[in-house]
């Protein structure tokens, strides 16, 4: 795929790009096990207050994250729309960094 981004930046990016698709994963599984303990364990939601912004953060910034992406490496649209659902189910963007940088979509 060609980028519009000297190599340098490119591979900042996609290394950026990574870092948060990893982190939004995690967080969300963070915020899977918070509820767990919320409803089935413990009965406080000391885990769901605190994964909760984290992930909500996270979130934002994968999507902030996959559009500079995109348009830098000049994905497609069908690449571009499923980067942003695999935000969606729960570490689907581990899922979707893996298949980026085996298809060479991340430079």
Request: hydrophobic share 55%; charged share 15%; glycine share 8%.
């Amino acid at each position: 795929m060609a980028t519009v981004l000297p190599t340098s930046r490119a591979t900042a990016l996609a290394r950026a790009f990574r870092t948060v698709a990893i982190a939004e994963a995690c967080s969300w599984i963070g915020l899977l096990i918070g509820t767990v303990f919320k409803y089935l364990v413990v009965f406080d939601d000391i885990g769901v207050r605190v994964f909760g912004p984290i992930h909500g953060a996270l979130f934002v910034a994968y999507v902030v994250i996959t559009l500079v992406t995109a348009r830098a490496f000049r994905w497609g649209a069908g690449t571009t729309l499923l980067a942003l659902a695999a935000s969606i189910p729960p570490a689907m963007t581990l899922w979707f960094e893996r298949r980026a940088v085996r298809r060479g979509d991340l430079g």
